[in-house]
Every structure is written in structure tokens, then in C-alpha cells.
Nanobody
């Protein structure tokens, strides 16, 4: 089992940047594909970005591609989501999640508590 804790959320104006962090403890961090999800007010949870266990491939939702960058540091057991040119539509609770495969056939087993990102216009 692995425990995940997100941090770095806050209130910013449109056009600003934020960097979210996901700190892991427990099982070896490099064993997990890390995904970022978000859920805005009155909306369904959606996939935002993900990164493979070795960090060689990243995945992005169309809505954030080119603005967000996901990365990881396995030596520090940390994953990050760099969010640039933030828009009001990016307002949501952001979650990091982990699964023991790089393939989508397996569900994300572990989830953090979430961190609030609010973007004002």
C-alpha cells in the first residue's frame, strides 16, 4: 500500500501558475503510475495528466495539453503537476492517484485527499 498527500493548491488569478506536489510514503514509489484528476463544482471527476513509472511517457487531457506538465522524482518519492496559464475553468479539487501498472486496464487503487485550486477571472 502507498499513501499519497497533495499540496500546493491555492487561489490565483487567471494567467498565473501553480505547482502541485504529491508526496508518497509506504511501498516503493517507482512501482506506481501516477495520475492527476480533478473535480470542479457540479462536474464529474476527470483525468488531467499522468506519468509512467519510469517517467518516460506522459499523458494529458486535451483541455490542459500545452499548459500543464507532469513530472516525477522517484528518488524523492514525489510527483508534480506544473500548471501554467491557469483559467477559471481549471478551478477544481485536484487529486493524485496511483496504480501498479502503466496500462489503463487496471484501476487507480490509491488516492490522496485532494487540494483546492481556485482561479479567479
Amino acid at each position: 500500500q502507498v499513501q499519497l498527500v497533495e499540496s500546493g493548491g491555492g487561489l490565483v488569478q487567471a494567467g498565473a501558475s501553480l505547482r502541485l506536489s504529491c508526496a508518497a510514503s509506504g511501498r516503493t514509489f517507482r512501482d506506481y503510475y501516477i495520475g492527476w484528476f480533478r473535480q470542479g463544482p457540479g462536474k464529474e471527476r476527470e483525468f488531467v495528466a499522468g506519468i509512467t513509472r519510469n517517467g518516460l511517457r506522459t499523458d494529458y487531457a486535451v483541455s490542459v495539453k500545452g499548459r500543464f506538465t507532469v513530472s516525477r522524482d522517484n528518488a524523492k518519492s514525489t510527483a508534480s503537476l506544473q500548471m501554467n496559464t491557469l483559467k477559471p475553468d481549471d478551478t477544481a479539487v485536484y487529486y493524485c492517484a496511483a496504480r501498479l501498472t502503466d496500462f489503463s486496464s487496471r484501476a487507480f487503487e490509491y488516492w490522496g485527499q485532494g487540494t483546492q485550486v481556485t482561479v479567479s477571472s
